[in-house]
């Protein structure tokens, strides 16, 4: 196991993460962020150098033992055995603690419900679509056409905001989470709609794993582009800081399934998985 806390090598990682996309995109995101100022305090670690076959991301830091939202790590490996191995590591990974793992594989038949991965394509960014992507796949365009209610506002998220994101979000609901997203809106680039009193009617942001997360518009001002809207800018934003445009969707939430194939969003031949660790101490706690 080696902790890569070299800027060359982190550099060096990062483009070699570019030639295993999709499978890579979570390690590929949150390498991007630590080479760029490492605002979630994050580090790499892998089996071998450079001939690796399994990297980890995860928190450079002791954390809070039940804040899952935090102890977020994100996988790939090229051979599950170098994988477990670094798993089996005591050094690798805190057990003692309440954690979670992302990742993507190519495929993984015993799911029930599969949550596809989709990406956009920037003209000047890294083009993530192969040919065998081509078969299903669409890429998000700008938005064309109508000037937006002079009441309403295209504006970022601020941390005031992550008390409604936190009681909207289907992950939370609790203080660890609105700490999270609160952080996470001061550290990553988002975009949302306001009203006229300054109050988010629609809105997304990215995590630590430049990923595009909790989209969403309130009930009431549903279909009224507010969400196509939210996605492009903030897929512009990504694409001019240089990250790829990528997110999750579950394959039955159709209203947004329905709203990014209409924006022309690459569905990848892939699946995502994020895998949560509660130790039994920790069984009976609110988390």
Request: aromatic fraction near 10%.
């Amino acid at each position: 196991m080696l902790v890569l806390n070299c800027s060359t090598k982190l550099q060096m990682l990062e483009k070699m993460l570019r030639w295993s996309f999709p499978v890579s995109l979570k390690v590929y995101g949150a390498v991007m962020n630590i080479n760029r100022g490492n605002p979630f305090r994050k580090e790499v670690v892998v089996d071998s150098w450079p001939d690796f076959k399994a990297v980890i991301t995860r928190p450079q830091r002791q954390t809070d033992d039940l804040d899952h939202y935090t102890n977020a790590h994100a996988v790939f490996y090229k051979e599950p055995q170098a994988y477990q191995e670094l798993l089996e590591n005591t050094n690798t990974i805190n057990w003692g603690q309440i954690f979670q793992i992302q990742g993507i594989v190519l495929t993984w038949p015993h799911l029930g419900h599969f949550v596809c991965c989709w990406a956009a394509q920037s003209q000047k960014g890294i083009k993530l679509l192969e040919s065998v992507q081509r078969r299903e796949t669409k890429t998000v365009n700008g938005l064309e056409g109508k000037a937006m209610d002079p009441k309403f506002t295209l504006a970022y998220l601020d941390i005031s905001h992550s008390s409604l994101l936190n009681k909207t979000w289907s992950r939370g609901g609790n203080p660890r989470c609105e700490k999270y997203l609160a952080n996470l809106i001061c550290s990553f680039p988002s975009a949302c709609v306001l009203d006229d009193k300054g109050y988010p009617l629609s809105w997304s942001l990215t995590d630590q794993f430049a990923t595009m997360i909790h989209s969403y518009t309130l009930p009431e001002h549903r279909r009224k582009g507010f969400s196509r809207l939210v996605t492009t800018t903030l897929a512009k934003k990504l694409h001019s800081c240089g990250f790829p445009v990528q997110g999750n969707v579950l394959e039955a939430n159709l209203p947004p399934v329905s709203l990014l194939k209409s924006m022309k969003a690459h569905f990848l031949p892939c699946s995502f998985f994020r895998v949560i660790h509660t130790p039994f101490q920790f069984l009976t706690k609110p988390h």
